[in-house]
């Protein structure tokens, strides 16, 4: 298989802080991979330099073969790279329709997106019921839902997602990995971050683990799943 | 004649140029979190430029009628304001996107001074009289007068408000303002060029300013490179009496002012008992100011605290 997003030692730095140091990893078409690290590790500064919404101060991005380093998230989101921001990112003053509408926004063919906005309705009722009302009035899994669904309407190659299970009940969090189970199944590839180490490595073909920045495991995500030291640093067993 | 009714009926008039230019206060505010000081003079400029058109083609002799002439003036108006909003914000603003907020404030200001002393040396310092080529009619209207241009300043800018109402609310360009609104962050990573929708902004604010200013010129039947001072500074009242960032909310405020200003122009002698005359009418704009700054600093319309994603 030939990488879809190839980074190679990336580097973001803060004023005197390093985010995200000399880090490489890959991401194959069609491939689940995610990365686990604790607090601080510097998981959404990886993310976010990857849909360029921050800069970086070295190493080179390849998505697809083309050099993407330099490019703002505008202009990565077209190349087929979306990011379901930290916390969800909701535009809570709009409603839950129009911000499906921002999801497609990159797209000209506007009558194939209303059906699948129906069609997200019909899958999730909640959502439908709601499509006139303010999503910032939706419940938290609700909006993670709408923002996961939001995202997939620009038709991204690689879905990059920064926690989606934070801070939700069992049953949300069933039903976004469920979602991105049928993603995963229509060709999408996805990076996922994710602190809940156990949920991450079951849904995912491959690992990496990060700690101050830098890689300091990968590999296959059941063998992971395995490995003593990682079962104590983050399953606290 | 009634006093009443014809003082609303001019504050509505006067109210909706207000409103007009209080819009583009507005949207750049609502996006940028900046006040576009030089706003007020981008409407003097679309009232100078359509006057220098007509003047030429009064002075050349141009056998049109005198709404077709002034319609030409307006229509040159509309993109040379409209370039000049998209070049203050290139040149002035965008360059300090990420700089502490007080700096575009000051650039901002002296933009607007920059700009006054170009329409100053262009069209020197006279008053400069808009010609009488408009319908001088007037009509009786529940016992009071309203004239043609009258009309037509309340008719133009009713389209206009409803026009930029469904444009915001109802087209993918309103979207993408409105979501670069909340978050230029989160609008990004919808595919959003933040930069493309803050110079439509730009451009369109300044259009419909440019329609204000020739408005406003032809009401009074003048125009003058420092016009534009008091009309920003009323319409930036106008802007915060209705919330600012908030379009329904200019709009409220503009005619709210007009009216304000008008019916306390009308009266000020009567409740002074003659100690202050009409020619203070300046002065209510900015009491109406000071009070909701003090009892209301988010306006009417506008919400209390603002929810930045
Ligand atoms: N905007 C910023 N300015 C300065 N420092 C920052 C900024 N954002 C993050 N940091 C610092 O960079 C480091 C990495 O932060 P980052 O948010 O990328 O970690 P994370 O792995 O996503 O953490 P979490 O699990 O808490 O979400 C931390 O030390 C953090 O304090
Ligand atoms: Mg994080």
Known sequence: MSDLLAVNKLRVVYGQIHAVQDLSLTVAEHERVCLIGANGAGKTSLLKAIAGMIPHRGGSVQFAGRNIAHLSAHQIVPLGITLVPEGRGIFTRMSVAENLAMGAYIRRDKAVVAVEIDAIYQHYPRLGERRHQPAGQLSGGEQQLLAINRALLSRPRLLLLDEPSMGLAPLMVKAIFETLRLAHQQGVAILLVEQNAHLALAHSDRAYIMANGQITQHGNAAELAQDRSIQHAYFGE | ?309
């Open chain 2, 1 to 309: 004649m009634d006093i009443l009714v014809q003082q609303l009926i001019n504050g509505l008039v006067l109210g909706s140029v207000y409103a007009l230019v209080a819009l583009g206060y507005t949207m750049v505010y609502g996006i940028l979190e900046l006040i576009n000081f030089a706003h007020g003079e981008v409407t003097m400029f679309g009232a100078m430029v359509a006057l220098a058109v007509i003047s030429a083609l009064l002075g050349a002799g141009v056998d049109l009628p005198g709404v077709v002439i002034a319609l030409l003036g307006l229509l040159t108006a509309i993109p040379a304001c409209m370039l000049l909003g998209y070049g203050i914000e290139r040149l002035a603003y965008r360059p300090l996107r990420h700089a502490p907020r007080l700096a575009p404030l000051i650039t901002a200001i002296g933009v607007s001074i920059v700009l006054q002393n170009i329409a100053m040396l262009i069209w020197g310092r006279q008053y400069i009289s808009f010609p009488p080529i408009l319908p001088q009619g007037y009509h009786t209207l529940l016992g009071a007068r309203i004239t043609d241009v009258q009309i037509l300043i309340l008719v133009a800018s009713l389209v206009l408000m409803v026009a930029l109402t469904l444009l915001v609310q109802r087209t993918q360009l309103g979207r993408a303002m409105r979501a670069t609104a909340q978050s230029p962050q989160l609008a990004g990573l919808m595919g959003v060029d933040a930069n493309r929708v803050i110079s439509l902004t730009f451009i369109i604010g300044s259009g419909i300013a440019a329609v204000a200013g020739v408005l406003v010129s032809a009401y009074y039947g003048l125009a003058h490179y420092y016009m534009g001072f008091l009309l920003g500074l009323k319409a930036f009242s106008a802007a915060v009496l209705g919330g600012v960032g908030n379009l329904a909310g200019a709009m409220l405020g503009g005619l709210l002012l007009g009216v304000i200003e008008s019916l306390g122009a009308g009266y000020i002698g009567d409740i002074t008992g003659g100690f202050l005359g009409s020619n203070y009418q300046d002065v209510f704009a900015f009491f109406v100011l000071i009070i909701v700054l003090i009892v209301r600093p988010s306006g009417l319309l506008g919400k209390p605290s603002h929810d930045r994603a």
